[in-house]
């Protein structure tokens, strides 16, 4: 009889059914937890970084206009006695280019606030300044003037004291009591002075075309020249856009995305003679444009500005509250009281409501206090 060797049978290895799923479950709640990790991390990331990009914004923001703000009214030097209309702020009356200036307050004022509105929106500042080298120093009219010797009429050449610190193409203010009027220097003609080498005349030739008022041009008025052009730059805020705009010369540029509001006060003193701060005002009431007067536009020594940057990213629920009952619809542009005015300012409230889902948004507000510090020179003259 043969024999056969017999193999014992090795048993099953390997996973079964059952374990299989357990591991696919155990790995699916894995993947389920760092998926939720990673969710709610790029969400605290995104919600950072885009907080970061709205400081940034503000900050930028509140930078350009602080930087033209510090401009404003330059060069309208202090000129004169106090009581007596002997410069320029004092212009009751203003002819730009022979065309009588009917803006109130005119548009020397260095400083103009459109109110947004008693809902709080976004306020409009507008900021002019010259572009002088020299400072806009202002001399004395020697004389009648004449014809001009070397253009053809209507141009006329203007005797002067000194005409140091005028240029060719400048913008030329000539101030007789409070009557005043801007009018173009002649791009040739007389040779005037530039700012380091005196000319060897003393006279400016300018195009007078559209003429100049009567009355206006005569010995002992005052003659400066504001430089080649005299800004007016507004800044406001586009609802539409969430951009910071700046417009010049007809021109509206986007300075900073992600600014929603912009909100200013004029600080006002008792009288034009003083510094001190009295009160912060709205650009509503007598303070209004048009219609503020020329007493009360020279007693504005200074500006509080509120620019409101909001975080790009749209949260899920409501994460921004009103600022109080009586301002619910945006955060607190200040607080009322830290500038300690003697005379009650409350805060102008913030109005979001022309912005979808607003509470949903994260915002940073910038507060600052500019000195108008060509206003506050201006004091011993006022």
Partial sequence: MKSHNRHPVSPQTGFTLVEIM?????????????????????????????????QTNGNIALYEIQRELQMAGYPLIPYGLPG???????????????????????????????????????????????????????VQITATPVPSASLPSPAIDVPLTSNMGCSNNDIALIINGAACAM????????????SSVPSTTTTVTLTNNPALPANIAVPNALFSCLGNSWNEITYAVNTATGNLERSAGGVTTPMV???????????????????QINQWVDATG???????????????????????ARNAKMETS?????????????????????????????????????????????????????????????????
């Fill in 22 to 54: 357990v591991g696919l479950a155990i790995g699916l709640l894995a993947t389920i937890v760092i998926m939720q990790v990673f969710s709610v991390f790029e969400a605290q990331k995104r919600t950072t970084t885009g907080s970061a990009d709205a």
């Fill in 84 to 138: 007596v209309a002997d410069s320029a702020l004092e212009c009751a009356t203003l002819s730009i280019n022979g065309t009588t200036d009917n803006t109130t307050p005119n548009r020397l004022s260095p400083l103009v606030i459109s109110d947004g509105g008693t809902s709080g929106g976004s306020d409009t500042i507008t900021i002019r300044y010259g572009s002088s080298l020299s400072g806009g120093i202002p």
């Fill in 183 to 194: 009018t173009p220097v002649a791009a040739s003609g007389v040779p005037v002075a530039n």
């Fill in 286 to 308: 007598v303070w209004a444009t048009p219609g503020m007067t020329l007493a009360n536009r020279n007693r504005i020594k200074a500006i509080r500005l509120a620019i409101v």
């Fill in 318 to 382: 409501v994460v921004t509250n009103g600022c109080s009952s009586t301002a619910p619809n945006g955060p607190c542009s200040w607080d009322a009281t830290s500038a300690n005015p003697p005379t009650a300012s409350p805060a102008p409230p913030i109005d979001l409501r022309a912005y979808p889902n607003w509470q949903q948004y994260r915002y940073r507000v910038f507060d600052t206090i500019i000195p108008l510090r060509n206003m506050v020179w201006y004091k011993g003259t006022l």
């Fill in 257 to 275: 995305a992600g600014i929603v509001n912009l909100q200013a006060q004029y600080g006002i003193a008792l009288t034009a003679s003083s510094n």
